[in-house]
């Protein structure tokens, strides 16, 4: 699938709360690890972070998105229950690692620096690396960064590209514990342009029409791909494979990626990467 900003900035549905409402619950709830449910179904703890629309953010008090979506969906198939908690980043990353949290899904791009700590799902989602920045900072391409103040998100891989243009732990790089707190020091003007994933900057200028931010890619930032996380030898994963492939060969996925991005996925992307 080719993910053009044009594409992208026509079809991401708005959600009405965005990054900067979701920001103040990151901590929301804990993981015990799964339990039965009243149908004697297994019921697997979720963490993820809820502040990264159109994937997963808060919604009248609870986690909605895609992802969520996706989830569910892919948990029915594969016979359990889930129970999604907005964790944040950090915390559900160290919940796998930990094993309190059995799954992981917001956005997570698969890396083979990863896999060395987690397991991971056949991909789910392309997507492209992006930069926002408000409108006058003299940005035209990744290489525009050097010299400017960049925001991040910590651990993500818009902090990966960002130092890939401008150098490891460069001091000019600010590393923001959310989504949504990155943003908000872009609209502040702490920062002057912001790198992330493609579909959460678009949402994020879609929504804050008066925000004065505008979006470029560049072809220096590759595709990347989604999947859902599991700890280490996780006995779950291979089921969520065969419930997620089913999902692609019955329409459902194509329903619920209609239902987000309005237009059509492109299927042998998926397949191709997972291969």
Sequence with gaps: MT????????????????????????????????????????????????????????DKGEVSGFDVDLLNAAAEEAGYEVDIQNTGWDAMLAGLQSGQVDIGM?????????????????PY????????????????????????????????????????VI??????????????????????????????????AVEYAKSNPDAGVETITDDQFVPEYYGIAFPKNSEYKADFDKALNALYENGTYAEIYEKWFNEEPDMEALKQAAQ
Excluded: H, W
Aim: negative net charge; hydrophobic residues 40%.
């Design 3 to 58: 993910y053009s900003f044009k594409k992208a900035a026509a079809a991401i549905v708005a959600s009405s709360a965005l990054l900067l409402a979701a920001c103040g619950g990151a901590e929301e709830g804990s993981s015990t690890g799964s339990t039965e449910s009243s149908e004697d179904k297994k019921v697997l703890n979720v963490g993820t972070e809820a502040t990264f629309a159109p994937f997963e953010f808060m």
């Design 106 to 122: 917001s956005g997570i791009t698969i890396t083979d620096e990863r896999k060395e700590t987690y397991d991971f799902s056949v």
């Design 125 to 164: 989602f392309e997507s492209v690396t992006m930069i926002a920045y408000k409108k006058g900072a003299d940005i035209a391409s990744a290489e525009d960064l050097k010299g400017k103040k960049v925001g991040v998100q910590n651990g993500t891989t818009g902090q990966f590209a960002a130092e890939s």
């Design 167 to 200: 150098g490891e732990n460069n001091k000019a790089i600010s590393k923001y514990e959310t989504a949504a707190l990155m943003f908000q020091a872009l609209q502040s003007g702490d920062v002057e342009a912001v790198v992330t994933d493609i579909a959460v």
